[in-house]
């Protein structure tokens, strides 16, 4: 080998090892850095003339599992799924209360029940009466309470999918321009990964959104598609989704109402088929909350709303009352109309005719919701009525609780159950999830930085970089023995 190669071989040994410490300190400058993807060093030996010319930098690879990257964002989107989900049952939990929790509407029902027993016992005593009233009161707040709950993340879902459809677009526009950067600095030769780096975080903030699959395409570019079909990116315009939040929702506005915002995707109305295949994240979530989760849960509520309105409403208990006319509580400050349930426990009042603070009188309790002059105040065979009413076991006459049988007490217990079992199911669903998508982080972290190893291999380089300058120090003393000859 003459002198020219063996320093030629040591200028390329010691370019290699500077390349390799610049990539060792960016894995460990990055350890922590989100999205950011180990890199690593590719060398091969060069030939000059058939002979050994010294080593050759490939490339720096970027280390990164598609396979296991791909099922991590599949485990985002189900976990960021959930946790709307479970986050909207607790929330309608809580709002409800516990059965023995005071305040609870189990417990005002218990209460109600509580104070008309007392008050039969005493028709004469008009704090007994009072009582009632109060009671009553305090069911009629407690049970608006849970609707205006109800509403409010109703609403709230509404402005989220508002934001998340703004937050999508951008971000897939923006992986549209990593895409055209990535094959711009590609085609100069020039190191991608920080763009990769780049592009992989803004594709993990979308698959929180909606469930997304990656797909290569030529020169560095990629695809994105939901896990069900829809296109969200394929070529160098994506998909564009629009959406217009409908502001403060109410009970009355259902699922088919025409002031609901529907998602649009490329201009055109989305379809159900079209939404199926955008489940799997917050998105579709948000839209069940608003327009499922919320819709029936109004209506379990409302159930227990026109149960206790019916009730209060015999005629056969109340002689003052007709055929159509409301009893103890109100639609508003009109007659409930059957035909007009929904909302109804938003509306839920109680009659002014026995509410001292609109003017009413008490002892109406005793005597007639419509009396108007004072009765026996021995009598209690009206308020006997009411509490008997209202402990009965009889047929539902609420739409949501159709076929069922049984009291008061028992519908409000039936569905501070059923919500309790679907916050409980969310939850579990949650866990399972959160589980999962720790498991494949785990394994994405097998590939990531390990400061150990590149230590390890910033002592070996240090090594070559010694070897090699060495060489150089060689080459130089040679050359100048000869130069002294």
Avoid: C
């Avoid at 109100?330 to 109680?350: H, I, K, M, Y």
């Amino acid at each position: 080998m003459s002198i020219a190669n063996a320093l030629n071989n040591a200028v390329s040994g010691l370019t290699a090892a500077a390349r390799g410490t610049e990539v060792v300190s960016s894995n460990l400058a990055n350890a922590l850095t989100p999205g950011y993807g180990r890199r690593e060093l590719e060398l091969s030996s060069r030939l000059l003339a058939g002979n050994g010319g010294g080593v050759q930098i490939n490339g720096v690879n970027r280390i990164v599992s598609s396979t296991v990257l791909a099922d991590f964002r599949l485990a985002n989107s189900g976990l960021a799924r959930s946790t709307v989900s479970a986050g909207f049952y607790t929330s309608l939990e809580a709002s409800i209360g516990l059965p023995q929790d005071d305040g609870s509407l189990s417990s005002l029902v218990s209460s109600l029940e509580t104070s008309l027993i007392s008050a039969a016992s005493r028709p004469d005593s008009e704090v007994r009466l009072r009582g009632v009233v109060e009671a009553a009161s305090d069911f009629v707040k407690k049970i608006q309470s849970i609707s205006g709950s109800i509403q409010e993340q109703r609403s709230s879902a509404d402005r989220q999918i508002g934001l998340q459809v703004n937050s999508l677009n951008e971000n897939l526009s923006e992986v549209a321009r990593l895409n055209r950067e990535i094959i711009v600095e590609g085609a100069n030769g020039r190191d991608t990964s920080s763009l990769l780096d780049a592009r992989q975080a803004v594709i993990d903030q979308i698959s929180e959104v909606v469930p997304v699959r990656e797909m290569p395409r030529e020169n560095g570019r990629i695809a994105l598609f939901t896990s069900g079909g829809i296109a969200l990116l394929d070529g160098k315009v994506p998909a564009t989704f629009g959406f217009s939040p409908a502001g403060k929702l109410t009970a009355e506005i259902g699922p088919d109402a025409a002031i609901l915002g529907k998602l649009s995707i490329d201009g055109e109305i989305a379809s159900d088929v079209q939404m199926s295949l955008l489940a799997g994240g917050t998105l579709s979530e948000l839209f069940r909350i608003r327009d499922d989760y919320g819709i029936t849960a109004q209506a379990s509520i409302d159930s227990i709303a026109r149960e206790m309105h019916d009730r209060f409403a015999d005629h056969t208990i109340d002689p003052t009352l007709s055929a159509g006319l409301s009893g103890l509580f109100t639609d508003g400050s009109a007659n409930f109309d059957p035909a007009n349930e929904q909302g109804l426990s938003a509306r839920l009042r109680v009659n002014a005719n026995v509410d001292p603070a609109q003017g009413g009188e008490v002892w109406r309790i005793r005597d007639g919701m419509n009396a108007a002059t004072k009765g026996d105040v021995g009598s209690s065979s009206m308020i006997d009525g009411f509490a008997k009413a209202l402990s009965e076991a009889r047929g539902y006459t609420a739409s949501a609780a159709s076929g069922g049988y049984g009291n008061l007490s028992a519908l409000t217990s039936a569905v501070a159950s059923e919500v309790s079992a679907s916050r409980l199911s969310s939850e579990a669903r949650k866990t399972h999830d959160a589980a999962l998508q720790s498991s494949l982080q785990t394994a994405l972290f097998s590939d990531a930085v390990d400061s150990d190893r590149e230590m390890e291999m910033l002592l070996q380089l240090e090594k070559a970089y010694a070897a090699n300058a060495k060489v150089i120090q060689a080459v130089n003393e040679m050359l100048d023995s000869i130069l002294r000859i």
